[in-house]
């Protein structure tokens, strides 16, 4: 089978001719790919910086955020599942057992991480194996549409439910950076809470995008974001800042809006921020991380896609594109999310 | 009356004769100070620290850790207190009528930022004016020995209270500096949680102070913390590490020896910390800033005091001794909290 | 001035004239009334069912539904409120010094129960004396329409807040009583969760208001409600059913259609419900019942009003004809609210 | 294999020799008991009480409470578990994938109620088959001590846990019902909660374990329970009441015991309570059904009996002995745990 894999750090992909994935065990489940979204995770680990925190034996097929049919079952699961199913797949491959995982906390799961597309062979190819843990039947739902929803979506989901406590009737949250991510969380925030939303972006073309998803304020960050925002809050600053861009400059800006007790939550990565303690603790400050999401909050999601209130806008490539879609992805030119249809 | 003054930042006070304090409003109520805290943020104060926080007019009656008995009460709030009521004092008067306040968080009111001893005169004096919403009574117990909760104490408190939904049994929690703050803390763990205390410090009569207090584990500073909390933790981390000291050092070793989904609870201030937020997010982890506490939080220790749980290490002081007081604190030599006596 | 008044338990409200009333105390303030909803509670209390509760002193001006806007002001509370602005009132005074209030919980107030139109003259009166507590600003509102949020927009709000926690995406949700308060509810629960709703009721033109406000269904409670309900859950049951009737047989009603750990909240009164513990334990249910609202939750709900997202329908008459308002209401004839302009 | 059964309603279980059982799938292990508690559920099965709830096929091996030794290990946990590890058993086999599971609420699983001694052969015997997903490490203690933790102590602890968010310092607790449950929830408030015990009961060798176990006021139920609680909370009622027993009797008292916004959790069944939803929402009162436990409250507990903070006390029986031990416990003379060694 055809699948786009890394065979260098710094190099681009290839698409090449590879075996088809097998059963791991009992539990595991081979699904054909339907779409897969395409990530800044994916210039991330093409450019080796998570190769400090995981270290995947290369060549490796990229894709972490896949939904396709189901094509084999294993044993032990074969009454869950059976081909032919529609299905969307968590990223990550939890064990059931641990702690996290019996408290519903698959992202920590600590048997080892097992991430399709990251530490192990992901969605970039016509098949890719999982465990039944993963998978979330998504009936009536176009699979190369929802794909996006099994990272951008999921990780959209848990950045605003980290905001929602604070996110009462007329307070206000920041969406920093309009991209995949963003612009799904927009959507998350109308629907999950009743607080004033500000965009914020550099590219007008996102602008308008967070325009047209209802966005209530949409700020131009080429001129002082943080001043804008003060003044659309009265000089208070926002509840929550949510950052999906993830540069030095977003980090501080987001940090620099915030009102009294209020949170900064990192999506977006790559840069750093400093922090004086005395910030901290005057204002009571919270300065969050937050990592995709786990399976149940990626069932609320697919409902709310079900529901019509949560879109992605996709864009279709073939699997044969990617090289030049991470390009374009780089120049911050994909307005929403690409996807791969192998 | 006397008091103790600070009349130019960065030289000693000084202590003087002034007038009494009047009555503010109906709500004011006067208090015979019977105990006033000294305190880490005094020495920032006299510091200047806080001087871009806030802008008090010299000279200034420092002391915001008080205990006393009501002296004189406002007309409004004549029948909630009378005079020779023991009691003691949340540090910040707030309004009663913003959200904040409504919503119990005093220390976050939007009306105006009125902390006696850091922004209007406090507690080194023979009397104060406060609030009735300030006042706690405190029955049957030592004004002098409890003064220390009204700051002290309810910092650690709500430090705690940020602890406490990560503190699972057998879960750890590391207090980094065991002094007036930190000492209290190990208590308030012990009673609230059912976690593994890692108490750290440099000063072999605090490490000491922490056996006594049943810290589970006890660390020398002095030796890589961080490599120890590892041993300790077997590899994993802490859920939660508490910084009551405040400086770069401190800050970062708390940070370095968070677990997954670990929280980093900011009391201590002075330092700074940079953070990548891709350790932010790989983790899922949480840095916090923790503000004195509120009203309840503050009736809660002083029951807890009343149940004999939480009893603060004290050593008395004449109001004339503020100057050796402040000394021997910023040397780090004193054990527990000193307690001026007006 | 004149006020509507009853003088004996049992008889019609008679209309009066009246001095009109004096301020209590520097923190309480007079309004002039500009719209008094009419709700079951006053059929209630003209029945003498909160006799027992409360013992009121007859005559009483009724009336614990309201808006206006300010009249004079106590010196104490001088610097919040002034003549001429336009407010909505929290029904209950509360003293803001007692846990529940300092908690934020002030229906609990343990000071009295001091609660206009129930223990002490309402808003069926030109004028109405209340304290600065409970006052929300309502800038650019009909005060008339917004007069029904003070009671029973802020029950539906709290009774709604009870049934978020378990109203995951895709969840139901079950109103029983589209009526005044339940109208409300229907409209809330579509902001602020996305479960699926089920409105339930005898009455055509309540039904078909639920439509009109979006119920994602209508079940006529006159063909065996419960198995509709079950019909469309697939034979799980409602994760939550609110009762605004509070008959025996819907609380009954309410009861059977919960699913495994759900939630029954009363909101209408006046019924009973028998229970028998194995079916609580066994379903791991909850029986809650809902009392008004907090201060902040009406805020939070006239910020919605704000927003356009919470609309009462409202039907307006004069304080005259509170007489046949009040035989309407009894008869179920009333769709939403009828509000008097005294 | 000798195995104690349940051949018919209503009469005694019989001691019989029958086949050992076999593992049920890759998921399923054997384990060799070392002790089953013997529980009033067990009671009321032979009753048939919960013969309407689930319909268990007779004979059934009853004992649903229960520790012992890993015999034998499905292929797919093979890596989880060995021959030979101490085990304590969560009662309630669920399957890992439903909502209810991927939410760590493991007692609503939706997947058929399979529950050891209920539903399929249990502990009275030596050996019964479980899922992996039940078993929880318990090196280091005694397993026959520690086998009531896996439902009664379970049961404590989720009862417990449902009072915590109302406890706090100072609040009155009601435990109703010193027996197998009740003597453990005692400990665990102890340390979870600085609230304050009032341990009620008619036996005095109850009440006295009750005082060993340091409740705090202890109240023999024989002399008006209601009446001398309302005098140790000063006329105001207790913040939440778990009622242990279940007869209509302690319904009915716990249920006039609570003060305004408090909590009923029912633990004991059997009874019924006749509620007027006027009492529930004037106080805003909440009646609770309390369900076993989950995965992670079993861990927790077996952590807190790891720290010496929760013993059961144990009176160990042969086998054989299973009859008159169920006698002795119907007529309540069985302090703390009957627990068999097979």
Redesign the interface.
């Known amino acids: 089978m055809k699948a786009a894999r890394l065979f260098e750090y710094g190099s681009p992909l290839r698409v090449v001719d590879i075996d088809p994935p097998k059963l791991l ?3 595991s489940v081979i699904v054909r790919v339907k779409g897969a979204g395409v990530c800044h995770t994916d210039l991330h680990i093409i450019e080796g ?1 998570w190769r400090e ?1 995981v270290s995947p034996s290369l060549p490796l097929t990229l894709g972490h955020e896949n939904a396709g049919v189901v094509e084999e079952v294993g ?2 699961v074969s009454g ?1 599942f059976k081909k032919g199913d529609p299905v969307i797949l968590h990223p990550r491959i939890s064990c ?2 641990c ?2 995982c ?4 698959d ?2 799961c600590e048997s080892g991480f097992r991430f399709p597309g990251l530490t192990m062979d992901g969605g970039f190819a016509e098949l890719m194996v999982t465990s ?2 993963c998978l979330i039947r998504a009936d009536g739902l176009d699979l190369a549409e929802i794909a996006p929803l099994a990272d951008a979506g999921l990780t959209a989901m848990r950045a605003v439910k980290k905001a929602v406590p604070l996110a ?3 307070a206000y949250v920041a969406v920093v950076g309009v991209g995949g991510v963003g612009h799904i969380a927009i959507q998350l925030l109308k ?2 809470t ?1 607080a004033n939303i500000i965009a914020i972006d550099v590219h007008p073309d996102k602008l308008k995008l967070a325009e047209q998803l209802k966005a209530d304020y949409v700020v131009d960050a080429k001129k002082d974001a943080v001043n804008q925002v003060m003044e659309i809050t009265k000089g208070k600053g926002v509840n929550v800042a949510i ?1 999906f861009v ?1 540069t030095k400059e977003t ?1 501080l800006n987001c940090f620099r809006m915030l009102r ?2 209020g949170k900064l939550v ?26 995709v999401g ?3 909050e990626l ?3 697919i ?2 896609a ?2 019509g ?1 949560v879109r992605v806008i996709v864009s279709k490539y073939k699997l044969e594109e990617v090289g030049e879609v991470l390009e374009r992805l780089k120049k911050g030119e994909i307005v929403g999310r690409a996807v791969l249809i192998p």
Chains 1, 2, 3, 4 share one sequence.
């Open positions: 065990d009992g539990n910086v925190k044993e032990a869950l059931g057992f702690r996290a019996r408290s519903g906390e992202m920590h039944a843990r009462y009737p007329g629907h999950m009743n950052d993830g980090h009294s007790a990192f999506v977006g990565y790559g840069g750093t921020l400093e922090i004086k303690s005395i910030d901290m603790i005057a204002g009571e400050l919270t300065v969050e991380g937050s990592l786990n399976y149940i069932v609320d999601l409902e709310l079900k529901q209130k």
